[in-house]
T-cell receptor
């Protein structure tokens, strides 16, 4: 597509429920990133996929968080047993990665998660 | 390891005044440096980037930034602020051609009439 698409744009869930957030990157982009933006905070790195390489999961805050990228394209971020502190905007970004001269990220509009 | 520090979480200027948003970075290897902007209710978009070569880089909407290795800084400036510049600005560093970009905490710019 023309841009990075994320769904849902808004998600309200109850504490303890599982949620899935989806990201559809720009066609041809080999790198995909998930960041979290909490109110008044910067962008917290969560996970990074580059082609067929093993993902960099160093930013995932706990084992309740996981992500996968199927077929080198669409990615799903899953949060199990959600907690109130998980409330944030989850941003997905993609880039040409190793194919580019610099690591310029194109961001989606984000998925706003509210855990009650 | 890499990190970014943005000095001042909020900056307020009058319309027509100079805009200066500060960013300092740390990186164990030569960095790539970026400024991204997030307008209200919009996604982040690239404002400008430094990779190699000329240390003064120009971006969209009249913004520019200068890479100063000796000061490990990449401050963002604009000579004359416009009301439409009100947004949140993020500085980011990446020290490989791919791999994660580390972002600062952001600076919210307010422009007063």
């Amino acid at each position: 597509g023309a841009g990075v698409s994320q769904s849902p744009s808004n998600k309200v869930t109850e504490k303890g429920k599982d949620v899935e957030l989806r990201c559809d990157p720009i066609s041809g982009h080999t790198a995909l990133y998930w960041y979290r933006q909490s109110l008044g905070q910067g962008l917290e790195f969560l996970i990074y996929f580059q082609g067929n390489s093993a993902p960099d999961k160093s930013g995932l805050p706990s084992d309740r968080f996981s992500a996968e990228r199927t077929g080198g394209s669409v990615s799903t971020l899953t949060i199990q047993r959600t907690q109130q502190e998980d409330s944030a905007v989850y941003l997905c970004a993609s880039s040409f990665g190793l194919l580019s001269g610099a690591n310029v990220l194109t961001f989606g509009a984000g998925s706003r998660l509210t855990v009650l | 390891a890499q990190s970014v520090t943005q000095l001042g979480s909020h900056v307020s200027v009058s319309e027509g005044a100079l805009v200066l948003l500060r960013c300092n970075y740390s990186s164990s290897v030569p960095p790539y440096l970026f400024w991204y902007v997030q307008y209200p209710n919009q996604g982040l978009q690239l404002l400008l980037k430094y990779t190699t070569g000329a240390t003064l880089v120009k971006g969209i909407n009249g913004f520019e930034a200068e890479f100063k290795k000796s000061e490990t800084s990449f401050h963002l400036t604009k000579p004359s602020a416009h009301m439409s510049d009100a947004a949140e600005y993020f500085c980011a560093v990446s020290n490989t051609n791919a791999g994660k970009s580390t972002f600062g905490d952001g600076t919210t710019l307010t422009v007063k009439p």
